[in-house]
């Protein structure tokens, strides 16, 4: 990968990038994150993944400022489901085509540990031979706390239970999760790694961030992908950049290829960079041409 870089002595990528960025050598970036996506892939092929998401609770005690999805437990709208319905869910979304189930709600202290090895033994039974990916490092590092158990012990309980997968979302750029956060994050992360879990990264900006946060972030989750694989840990299997979307004002096209061609450069040993979701076959195009070579559905 050093060939794409030259005079890149004594510099980190990070700050090569962010020397890019000040000059505004956008050309150069996203010529490198095209040219990256064929070397580490041997291909400009595009992978698609068909995933849908269980939300099994949409109450959370965590609150984040930008979040819409959550409740309180006392509000009418609170809901849990119980583990049938979400088997059901699952089986339904596979007979319409998902390869790929994501289970994933809130930080929901009634939910007992119980509930979550039940659901995850009835949903990996059901569907032995489908990718089950559940539980952010947040709604992890919630049940070790509200069950007074480690993070250690709640993934050896879930691993027991047969998930494989863990989610990587809950790493936000937002203003209140930009240091406490991403240390819990970072923390399940690498346990969960050491442990053999399939693992991604989901990268979300948008919040008013410098592109210096951005590139201290990136150049974080890099050097843990890095060290991940030095141990002979799997890493991250993927990034997705996901722009938020606050007071109806959403990413431009424009910003979101920059990230997603800043981030191909910033990783030049992790297998795929994911486009946002959106229901936009345009977005897509944009992403891909950015260095994408992931759409999730
Ligand atoms: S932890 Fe997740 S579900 Fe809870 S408020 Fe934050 S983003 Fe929403």
Not at 110 to 135: G, K, N, R, V, W
């Amino acid at each position: 990968m050093a060939a794409i870089y030259t005079n890149a002595a004594q510099t980190s990528p990070a700050q090569r990038m962010q020397r890019a960025i000040e000059k505004q050598d956008w050309q150069g970036i996203f010529s490198r994150a095209t040219q990256l996506r064929s070397l580490i892939n041997g291909s400009d092929a595009v992978h698609h993944i068909n995933s849908r998401t269980i939300a099994y609770t949409n109450v959370c005690t965590i609150g984040c400022s930008f979040c819409s999805f959550y409740r309180s437990p006392t509000q009418r709208s609170a809901y849990v489901m119980n583990v049938e319905e979400a088997v059901n869910f699952a089986i339904q979304a596979v007979q319409q085509g998902a390869v790929r189930i994501v289970i994933q709600g809130g930080v929901n202290p009634e939910c007992s540990l119980a509930y979550y090895t039940e659901m995850i033994e009835a949903i990996t039974q059901a569907l032995p031979d489908i990718q089950i990916d559940a539980f952010s490092p947040r709604e992890i590092y919630g049940m070790a706390r509200h069950h007074g158990s480690t993070i250690e012990s709640i993934l050896q309980k879930l691993y027991a239970a047969g998930l494989r997968g863990v989610t990587g979302s809950g790493n936000e750029l937002s203003p209140d999760q930009i240091s406490t956060g991403w240390r819990d994050w970072s923390h399940v992360m690498q346990v969960a790694q050491q442990m053999h879990y399939r693992t991604s990264a989901t990268l979300v900006w948008g919040f008013g961030e410098s592109w210096q946060q951005r590139l201290q972030r990136m150049d974080e989750l890099q050097e843990m992908h890095t060290h991940a694989l030095a141990k002979g840990e799997p890493g991250f299997a993927f990034l997705m950049l996901w722009p938020v979307q606050q007071h109806n004002r959403m990413a431009t096209y424009n910003e979101i290829a920059q990230v997603i061609a800043v981030a191909r450069n910033m990783f030049p040993t992790l297998p795929h960079i994911a486009a946002p979701y959106l229901p936009d076959s345009a977005l897509a195009q944009v992403a891909i041409a950015a260095g994408a070579d992931l759409l999730v559905h």
